[in-house]
C-alpha cells in the first residue's frame, strides 16, 4: 500500500474525538501564560507610516491608498479592545474572527509605486493601522499576501493549529473580497506559487511564519522578479517558542517551486463542483456590518426568518475567484443542522450549491446532536442553523496534493467568514466552532471530512459595534458575558 499523502496524515492525527497516536505530536503545556506569544509582530529599528484614517469608500474601483487603507483595516485592524481584570493586560478584537482570538495571521502590502502605495513591500500594523516599509522595488500592481505564525496558534491549539491559519486567513479574506466587491475593486487570490520566493520576498524564513496566500487588488498585473535577501530585525514573539516538526512536514509537503506553479493551477482549474454566485444583498454598508461583527457567544432558541438561511449560505458557498478551484466552481460541500428557520423542518440537509437550495437528508430535532459535534458547546445547538463545510479531501489531495488540503481549509474559512459576515447583515449572530471531525461525516452519512463549522442565530445580547482606526470600542461588559458562557459550558458538561 502507497502512503497517505502527509496532509492527509496531519488531517488523521490533529482530528478531535477520535483515537491518534500521540508520538508524532509535540506534548507541550498548552496556554502557558508564561510562554505567551505577543498578539502583533513587531519590527525593531524600522518606522511604521501611519494610513489614512478616513476609510470613506471613494467609489470609483481603482485602488489607491485610501482604498488600500479600507480594505486592510476592514480585514484585519482592532476594531475592540478590552481589559482583563485576570490578566492585567489588553485583549484585542479584530474586524474578523479568529480561533481563541490569537490571530496568527500576517498581512504584508507589495506594490510597485502605484497611487496605493510606494514601490516596494510593506508590513500591516493592524493596531497602529500602518505600513512598515521593509524593502524597496517595483513590484508592478498591488497584492496583499498573506501569511501565518504556527506558534501564534499552536500555543493553545497544537499542531491542530496549522488548521487555523488556514481558516482564519480565509475568515479574512472573505472581509477582504466583500469590501473590494462593495467598492468595485478586481481581485484574484492565488494559492498557487512558488514558497520559497515569496518568503524571501517578505523576509520571513518559511517555517516560524509562513506565506499562505496573495490577494491580487485591482487591474494592474504584478510584476515580482528576484530579490536580494533582506536583513530585518524582529521582536522575539514569546520566551521560547516551541516548533511542531508535523507541521512543518505538512507544509514542506506541499511547498511548490517556480516550475511547478502552472501545471498546480491546471489541475486546479478542472477541480470542483459548480456554484452559483450569491447575489449581492441590500442593507447596510459592509463596513457598517463588519463593525457590527463579533462572534456571537450566546445564541437564543428562536426561530430566524428563512432568508438567513438562504442567503448565508448562498453566500458561504459562493465562488471565489482564484487559481485554486475552477471558474465558477467550489471545493466544498455544506451540510446543515436546522433547528429553527421559519419554514424549514428541523433535520439534517445538504445544501446545494448550484441550485441555492435544501436538500434534506435525514429530519428531527438534532440540537442536542448538534451540540455533541461542536465538541458540547451549546452554541452549536443553540443556533437557528448550525452549517458544516466540508470537502472530499481523497478527491482534492489526490489531484492538488497537500496543497490542496490547504485549499480546502482555506476555502472552509472563506466560506465561514462570508456567513457570518451575511448574518451580521441581517441582524443575526454567527461565529465559528469547532467540531468532532468523524462525528460530523457520520452524522451527515457523508464520506467527506469536516473542515469547519459555523453557527448561524439570534444573539442573546446586544454586540456593542467596532471602531474605526484609533478609536477602537472599549468593551466594558465583555468579562460578564464571558462569565455567563463558561457557566453555560459547565451546565453543559
Ligand atoms: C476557525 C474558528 C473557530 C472557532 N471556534 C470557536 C469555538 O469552538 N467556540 C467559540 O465559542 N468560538 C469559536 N470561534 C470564535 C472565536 O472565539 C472568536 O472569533 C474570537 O474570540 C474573537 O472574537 P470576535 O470574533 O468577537 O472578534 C472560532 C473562530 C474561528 C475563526
Known amino acids: 500500500m502507497s502512503e497517505p499523502d502527509p496532509a492527509l496524515t496531519f488531517h488523521r492525527l490533529t482530528r478531535h474525538g477520535s483515537p491518534v497516536d500521540r508520538w508524532r505530536l509535540v506534548d507541550f503545556r498548552s496556554l502557558d501564560p508564561a510562554n505567551r506569544p505577543a498578539p502583533f509582530k513587531r519590527y525593531v529599528?524600522?518606522?511604521?507610516?501611519?494610513?489614512?484614517?478616513?476609510?470613506?469608500?471613494?467609489?470609483?474601483?481603482?485602488?489607491?491608498?485610501?482604498?488600500?487603507?479600507r480594505l486592510l483595516f476592514f480585514s484585519a485592524g482592532v476594531t475592540r479592545v478590552t481589559n482583563s481584570s485576570v490578566l492585567d493586560t489588553r485583549t484585542y478584537f479584530r474586524a474578523t474572527m479568529s480561533a481563541g482570538n490569537l490571530h496568527p495571521v500576517e498581512l504584508y502590502v507589495v506594490g510597485g509605486g502605484t497611487a496605493a502605495v510606494a514601490a516596494g513591500v510593506h508590513h500591516y500594523d493592524p493596531l497602529g493601522h500602518a505600513l512598515t516599509p521593509l524593502r524597496e522595488g517595483d513590484f508592478g500592481g498591488t497584492s496583499i499576501v498573506l501569511t501565518g505564525i504556527p506558534w501564534r496558534t499552536a500555543w493553545k491549539y497544537g499542531e491542530r493549529g496549522y488548521?487555523?491559519?488556514?481558516?482564519?486567513?480565509?475568515?479574512?479574506?472573505?472581509?477582504?473580497?466583500?469590501?473590494?466587491?462593495?467598492?468595485?475593486?478586481?481581485?484574484?487570490?492565488?494559492?498557487?506559487?512558488?514558497?520559497?520566493?515569496?518568503?524571501?520576498?517578505?523576509?520571513?524564513?518559511?517555517?516560524?511564519?509562513?506565506?499562505?496566500?496573495?490577494?491580487?487588488?485591482?487591474?494592474?498585473?504584478p510584476q515580482w522578479s528576484a530579490v536580494d535577501d533582506v536583513?530585518?530585525?524582529?521582536?522575539?514573539?514569546?520566551?521560547?517558542?516551541?516548533?511542531?516538526?508535523?507541521?512543518?512536514?505538512?507544509?514542506?509537503?506541499?511547498?511548490?517551486?517556480r516550475g511547478d506553479v502552472v501545471a498546480w493551477r491546471d489541475a486546479a482549474a478542472g477541480l470542483g463542483v459548480p456554484t452559483a454566485g450569491a447575489t449581492a444583498p441590500d442593507g447596510p454598508r459592509i463596513e457598517e456590518v463588519i463593525l457590527r461583527r463579533g462572534s456571537t457567544r450566546i445564541m437564543r432558541r428562536e426561530t430566524a426568518p428563512r432568508e438567513l438561511l438562504t442567503r448565508g449560505l448562498?453566500?458561504?458557498?459562493?465562488?471565489?475567484?482564484?487559481?485554486?478551484?475552477?471558474?465558477?466552481?467550489?471545493?466544498?460541500?455544506?451540510?446543515?443542522?436546522?433547528h429553527g428557520v421559519e419554514g424549514v423542518p428541523p433535520g439534517a440537509y445538504s445544501w446545494r450549491a448550484d441550485r441555492r437550495d435544501l436538500q434534506a437528508l435525514h429530519l428531527g430535532d438534532y440540537r442536542d446532536e448538534t451540540e455533541l459535534l461542536t465538541l458540547r458547546q451549546p452554541l452549536g445547538g443553540d443556533s437557528a442553523y448550525t452549517a458544516f463545510h466540508c470537502?472530499?479531501?481523497?478527491?482534492?489531495?489526490?489531484?492538488?496534493?497537500?496543497?490542496?488540503?490547504?485549499?480546502?481549509?482555506?476555502?472552509?474559512?472563506?466560506?465561514?467568514?462570508r456567513l457570518s459576515l451575511a448574518a451580521?447583515?441581517?441582524?443575526?449572530?454567527?461565529?465559528?466552532?469547532?467540531?468532532?471531525?468523524?462525528?460530523?461525516?457520520?452524522?451527515?452519512?457523508?464520506?467527506?471530512?469536516?473542515?469547519?463549522?459555523?453557527?448561524?442565530?439570534?444573539?442573546?445580547?446586544?454586540n456593542t459595534a467596532g471602531g474605526l482606526p484609533g478609536a477602537a470600542t472599549e468593551l466594558t461588559r465583555y468579562s460578564q458575558l464571558m462569565e455567563r458562557l463558561s457557566r453555560q459550558l459547565h451546565q453543559a458538561r
Open 424 to 462: 451580521f447583515a441581517l441582524g443575526q449572530g454567527a461565529t465559528g466552532l469547532t467540531f468532532f471531525d468523524e462525528a460530523v461525516s457520520q452524522f451527515f452519512g457523508t464520506h467527506s471530512a469536516c473542515m469547519l463549522v459555523t453557527a448561524v442565530g439570534v444573539p442573546d445580547y446586544r
Open 314 to 338: 448562498a453566500a458561504a458557498a459562493g465562488p471565489v475567484t482564484g487559481d485554486f478551484v475552477g471558474n465558477g466552481r467550489t471545493l466544498l460541500e455544506h451540510n446543515v443542522a436546522v
Open 231 to 257: 536583513a530585518l530585525a524582529v521582536q522575539p514573539i514569546s520566551p521560547h517558542p516551541i516548533e511542531f516538526p508535523l507541521i512543518a512536514e505538512t507544509h514542506r509537503a506541499g511547498v511548490l517551486t
Open 45 to 69: 529599528g524600522l518606522e511604521a507610516r501611519p494610513l489614512t484614517r478616513d476609510l470613506r469608500a471613494t467609489g470609483g474601483g481603482g485602488v489607491d491608498e485610501a482604498e488600500l487603507a
Open 391 to 417: 470537502a472530499d479531501l481523497t478527491a482534492v489531495v489526490g489531484t492538488l496534493g497537500a496543497r490542496g488540503y490547504r485549499a480546502a481549509q482555506f476555502e472552509a474559512g472563506i466560506a465561514a467568514g
Open 163 to 221: 488548521r487555523h491559519l488556514y481558516w482564519d486567513a480565509g475568515a479574512m479574506v472573505a472581509n477582504l473580497l466583500a469590501v473590494a466587491d462593495a467598492d468595485g475593486v478586481a481581485t484574484r487570490v492565488v494559492l498557487g506559487f512558488a514558497d520559497d520566493e515569496i518568503a524571501h520576498l517578505l523576509g520571513v524564513d518559511g517555517t516560524t511564519e509562513l506565506p499562505l496566500a496573495i490577494v491580487m487588488v485591482g487591474d494592474e498585473a
